[in-house]
T-cell receptor
Framework: GNSVTQMEGPVTLSEEAFLTINCTYT??????LFWYVQYPGEGLQLLLK?????DKGSNKGFEATYRKETTSFHLEKGSVQVSDSAVYFC?????????????FGSGTRLSIRP | NAGVTQTPKFQVLKTGQSMTLQCAQD?????MYWYRQDPGMGLRLIYY???????DKGEVPNGYNVSRLNKREFSLRLESAAPSQTSVYFC?????????????FGPGTRLLVL
């Protein structure tokens, strides 16, 4: 079945460091891929998405590229800030589903030190 | 716009008690979802409603029922709560069903079953 695997946390970085959070997926066909972010005490919100191979999603300095050949969608940011501290979820949707049922990874907690 | 709202924010139940979690969205979305979030497991879909008047089971529906009361509201009911249902519950909505749709999440309801 469809699944998402992302690197385990917690990840702790200093401010202005480079960030990579790895995400790989297993799916039939061509799923849409997402990164959601959950700030402390809040619900999830969409960070970025890509709907076809080689698409790059970007938002707030974060980027991720849909790599069909490696079944990956790694999240990157060149210079993190303390305000980026949150839990990040990689996710995909089943292209053969009549509803947008999201399959989430287990989440990666990111902490940024000032 | 308030987006997706959930009530209550926090609830403590005894085993065997019943309760209903309420969810409403003001974005005129057609599709709504209920998820539970457990440590280290990401979010898992309980039930969803692709459109008003329809509901379908997700990945973990046992012990729950739902009602799509109207286009705005989608409630989740626990008839006889069990400690295994201790979790954080998130409601979400999307404009339409479909694998490329973005889902918008509420702030969550934290439920403790003793």
């Amino acid at each position: 079945g469809n699944s998402v695997t992302q690197m385990e946390g917690p990840v702790t970085l200093s401010e202005e460091a480079f960030l990579t959070i790895n995400c790989t997926y297993t799916a039939t066909g061509y799923p849409s891929l997402f990164w959601y972010v959950q700030y402390p005490g809040e619900g999830l919100q969409l960070l970025l998405k890509a709907t076809k191979a080689d698409d790059k999603g970007s938002n707030k300095g974060f980027e991720a590229t849909y790599r069909k050949e490696t079944t990956s969608f790694h999240l990157e940011k060149g210079s993190v800030q303390v305000s980026d501290s949150a839990v990040y979820f990689c996710a995909l949707t089943d292209p053969y589903s009549s509803a947008s049922k999201i399959i989430f990874g287990s989440g990666t907690r990111l902490s940024i030190r000032p | 716009n308030a987006g997706v709202t959930q009530t209550p924010k926090f609830q403590v139940l005894k085993t065997g008690q019943s309760m209903t979690l309420q969810c409403a969205q003001d974005m005129n979305h057609n599709s709504m979802y209920w998820y539970r979030q457990d440590p280290g497991m990401g979010l898992r879909l309980i039930y969803y409603s692709a459109s008003e008047g329809t509901t379908d089971k997700g990945e973990v529906p046992n012990g729950y029922n739902v009602s799509r009361l109207n286009k705005r509201e989608f409630s989740l009911r626990l008839e006889s709560a069990a400690p295994s249902q201790t979790s954080v519950y998130f409601c979400a909505s999307s404009e339409n069903p479909g694998s490329q749709e973005t889902q918008y999440f509420g702030p969550g309801t934290r439920l403790l079953v003793l």
